[in-house]
């Protein structure tokens, strides 16, 4: 069924209009951080809407009331700046970039947003979506994988789009990560490193599966690694927690893009150490970094009566990562 959404997907795309308005940067994207600003920042993934073919063809769910609850409640934490794990938009046009621009206004008012590339953001004229994604977020304009350091935790995040990148770039890109982690071990001011991408290396998805691609070229130098002491992506669309090899597999997938059902049980492919209803929640990650651990809350509903006071989201699942 990916491949028949994909090609229909693609034979629609001359007919999706494209508009004639620029693209103008607005404030927050990819600003530099604050040096005073709040310890705890946010991860999420997956704010696209659903494509009418998924909703028509495949009977996806249309999130548009949930998603803006989510980013409502995710104005209201005390962060120093959110991360976007991919699929920011469903589509590379106008109309969708022109949506996200809404969507995220009043949170880029208050605070600075970063992205990692997930493979919507490549969909329709290349060019095109790629302009879309570029004018917004001016670091991805060179390369698609960078780093960002924050308190005494460095993100590395990378484009894992194997498909779309030229095989030079995609080497490229690996033999970064792999320097950069080494940097990073060496580094008396880094105490932990996540890495962030788009596609899940491990997954119970029953719509996707685990990504041989980000297995192969990242999971070594990850399991090599120090200091990497989790791995975040979306793509996915729920919430899982997975650990292979000391190493904590967080998959938020929950931001508004149409839920998934996952294997449970004797069919799961991997220990979920989730174990709350399925399909997952509306959710985010908030992110502590404290003197020797950092603690994570996911912050999340099924249902807009889950909601606490003032529509923010409750604490679905929490945990702690000690530093190596």
């Known amino acids: 069924m990916k491949v028949t959404v994909l090609t229909l997907s693609l034979l629609l795309s001359s007919s999706w209009p494209l508009g004639n308005s620029q693209t103008r940067q607005s404030s927050g994207f990819d600003r530099a951080l604050s040096t005073d600003a709040p310890l705890s920042f946010a991860l999420l993934g997956d704010t696209q809407r659903t494509l009418s073919i998924e909703e028509l063809v495949l009977g996806r769910e249309q999130n548009e009331q949930p998603r803006r609850q989510l980013m409502e409640s995710l104005v209201q934490e005390d962060i120093a700046f959110a991360l976007i794990a991919g699929d920011l938009v469903s589509w590379g046009n106008d109309d969708e970039w022109n949506y996200f621009d809404g969507l995220t206004a009043t949170l880029r008012a208050r605070v600075p947003l970063f992205a990692a590339v997930g493979n919507h953001e490549y969909f329709g004229n290349d060019k095109v979506a790629l302009d879309h994604l570029h004018r917004r977020f001016h670091r991805l304009a060179t390369k698609h994988w960078y780093v960002l350091h924050h308190s005494r935790i460095a993100l590395v995040v990378l484009d894992s789009n194997e498909v779309d990148l030229p095989t030079k770039k995609w080497t490229e890109q690996k033999i970064w990560f792999q320097e950069t982690l080494h940097t990073l071990d060496n580094d008396p001011n880094v105490s932990s490193v996540l890495v962030v991408a788009h596609h ?65 049980g004797a069919k799961a492919k991997h220990e979920n150490l989730y174990t709350g209803r399925d399909p997952g929640p509306f959710h985010y990650l908030v992110l502590t970094p404290k003197n020797e651990r950092l603690e994570i809350s996911v912050k999340g509903f099924h249902e807009p009566s889950d909601l606490e006071a003032e529509g923010r989201a409750r604490t679905v699942d929490s945990f702690q990562i000690p530093y190596p």
């Open 200 to 264: 899940p290396p491990f997954t119970n998805s029953t719509t996707t599966s685990d990504e041989t691609h980000v297995q192969e070229a990242f999971l070594p130098a990850v399991f090599q690694s120090q200091k990497v002491v989790a791995f975040v992506t979306g793509h996915a669309h729920g919430y899982e927690h997975f650990i292979k090899q000391g190493r904590h597999f967080i998959v938020t997938g929950g931001a508004g893009g149409p839920r998934v059902k996952h294997r449970m």
